[in-house]
């Protein structure tokens, strides 16, 4: 089955700057690459996804990025806000999908 | 659109008792439902892929006399966690997918603690 790698665990910034969370998947298969916010206690939003015929994909201040060749994907947050503030994850799949293990973001005002 | 509700929200049940949690599409058919379970501070991890009219996929690890799933429609779900221990208290969450597309629209979660 499907191995997702989320790094780093925890991550802190100052207000402003930018945030960059990776991840590596193992299924080649693979073809839909989702990243989700998840506040404390709350259910998973999906902020932005990918799928493998895209390399990059934007909305406002939130890209990721796709490389099908390292199997890894990225999630870049610019002009980080307080409200960014929560826990990431990434996932990878076909049909259904593989959770990563999460990333604590916090966003120093 | 793509709303998913699920009830309760909390539960508190004694050990060896049942629990059912219904997860329900409110605006749109989900021809496909996935039940996850999330222990503090942890990710989320499959359950069960439940479609409609059909038995539903567990995954590996997870027992289907246990956690049974029934998806006797477009828009309901349900997980009945049965003869609950303490270890079985957690955070399940299930999602739903509209026709053929890959999002998964999640429900709000269900906190279950087993006394």
């Known amino acids: 089955g499907e191995n997702v790698e989320q790094h780093p665990s925890t991550l802190s910034v100052q207000e402003g700057d930018s945030a960059v969370i990776k991840c590596t998947y193992s299924?080649?298969?693979?073809?839909?690459f989702p990243w989700y916010k998840q506040e404390l206690g709350k259910r998973p939003q999906l902020i932005i996804d990918i799928r493998s015929n895209v390399g990059e994909k934007k909305d406002q201040r939130i890209a990721v990025t796709l490389n099908k060749t390292a199997k890894h994907f990225s999630l870049h947050i610019t002009e980080t806000q307080p409200e960014d503030s929560a826990v990431y994850f990434c996932?990878?799949?076909?049909?259904?999908?593989?959770f990563g293990t999460g990333t604590k973001l916090q966003v120093i005002p | 659109g793509a709303v998913v509700s699920q009830h309760p929200s909390r539960v508190i049940c004694k050990s060896g008792t049942s629990v059912k949690i219904e997860c329900r599409s409110l605006?749109?058919?989900?021809?496909?439902m996935f039940w996850y379970r999330q222990f503090p501070k942890k990710s989320l991890m499959l359950m069960a892929t439940s479609n409609e009219g059909s038995k539903a996929t567990y995954e590996q690890g997870v027992e289907k006399d246990k956690f049974l799933i029934n998806h006797a429609s477009l828009t309901l779900s349900t997980l009945t966690v049965t003869s609950a221990h303490p270890e079985d208290s957690s955070f399940y969450i299930c999602s739903g997918v509209r026709g053929m597309e890959e999002t998964q629209y999640f429900g709000p979660g269900t906190r279950l603690l087993v006394l």
């Open positions: 996932a990878a799949g076909y049909q259904k999908v593989t």
């Open positions: 299924d080649s298969a693979s073809n839909y």
């Open positions: 605006d749109f058919q989900a021809t496909t």
